[in-house]
């Protein structure tokens, strides 16, 4: 049972990293960012507790930027179909 506890977030890497190899990072990335959803919830039910403010900031930051990148590469390629 441990070492099944320990090998999950390991093959959970891998397939992230393959994810990343065979899709295009700016299509990943977002789905990606889920993980800091998760990691909420599990720390709330098993920990009873919630990130801080500064946190929240932080995550808020991460998750505007991957917002903003996916616009531009998502008007870049517009413009490209454009020509």
Same mark, same amino acid.
């Given at each position: 049972?441990?070492? =099944?506890?320990?090998? /999950?977030?390991?093959?959970?890497? &891998?397939? #992230?990293?393959?994810?990343?190899?065979? =899709?295009?990072? %700016? #299509? %990943?990335?977002? %789905?990606?960012?889920?993980?800091?959803?998760?990691?909420? #919830?599990? =720390? @709330?039910?098993?920990?009873?507790? &919630?990130?801080?403010? @500064? /946190?929240?900031? =932080?995550? !808020?930051?991460? %998750?505007?930027?991957?917002?903003?990148? &996916?616009?531009?590469?998502? &008007?870049?390629?517009?413009?490209?179909? !454009?020509?």
């Amino acid at each position: 049972m441990r070492s =099944g506890r320990m090998e /999950t977030p390991y093959y959970a890497e &891998l397939m #992230v990293i393959k994810a990343l190899e065979i =899709g295009l990072a %700016v #299509v %990943v990335a977002p %789905v990606h960012y889920s993980i800091m959803i998760w990691a909420t #919830v599990y =720390g @709330w039910l098993l920990f009873g507790q &919630l990130p801080d403010f @500064w /946190t929240w900031i =932080g995550a !808020a930051i991460i %998750v505007a930027t991957g917002i903003y990148t &996916l616009n531009r590469e998502r &008007l870049a390629a517009r413009r490209a179909q !454009a020509r």
